[in-house]
């Protein structure tokens, strides 16, 4: 009885968090305006083309002096990414970079850290899907210290907009998923003390930019 009594109560502990996580999620749109950075970052996932856009759009307010989409798949052309966004030639060419070695969240982080090195940007804006950013947000502060800072500016998720988000299977598996990748992030900080880890997960094939998120 008392394994049982045990397990409940975590049970009951574990589900008390995924909602509050989901809380977090929604809360996070509709977003505020960033303040101005010295560059923007898109993380692509399975919603890329709407979270480039976005980017570029900080891009042409002036927010940022430059966009790298982190995780372009390889197989994708520049040109089809564009016009996958449609982003405007103008600002694409001149101010778009494009990161092709990620594979995943702890990839993204790694190419992010490179990139802002590689410019000398200590502010960066962060750009992806209102679910991914609170993971996403935890590989980037493991590997991008002080006085590195960095702002949100999630993308809606329309099906975990709902606040019966439970009741839909796609909206349910999609928040359950993140949460628990979200805990294994912040189990493996506080019991291990690591940063990322070295991921050998292989690119991925769908949409037009990449495959995670």
């Not at 995924?18 to 929604?26: D, E, I, K, P």
């Amino acid at each position: 009885m008392k394994g049982v009594a045990a397990f409940l109560v975590l049970a009951l502990i574990w589900a008390a968090g995924l909602f509050a996580f989901a809380s977090r999620v929604q809360q996070s749109t509709p977003r505020p305006e960033p303040l101005p950075a010295e560059g923007i970052v898109v993380l692509t996932g399975a919603s890329s083309n709407v979270r480039i856009a976005a980017a570029v759009n900080l891009l042409a307010e002036r927010l940022g002096k430059r966009v790298l989409v982190s995780g372009v798949n390889r197989e994708v052309t520049r040109e089809e990414l564009r016009k996958a966004s449609k982003t405007v030639r103008r600002l694409y060419d001149c101010c778009v970079d494009l990161g092709f070695t990620a594979a995943d969240t702890v990839g993204n982080a790694r190419e992010t850290a490179e990139w802002a090195r590689a410019m000398r940007y200590e502010s960066l804006i962060i750009v992806t899907s209102d679910y991914h950013m609170p993971r996403a947000m935890l590989e980037l502060r493991a590997v991008l210290r002080p006085p590195m800072v960095l702002q949100t500016y999630a993308v809606a998720t329309p099906a975990l907009k709902a606040k019966g988000w439970w009741r839909s299977p796609r909206a349910a598996r999609l928040m359950v998923v993140e949460y628990c990748k979200y805990l294994a992030i912040l189990g493996r900080e506080a019991v291990l003390g690591m940063g990322p880890r070295e991921s050998a997960q292989p690119p991925g094939l769908p949409d037009a930019a990449q495959q995670k998120g």
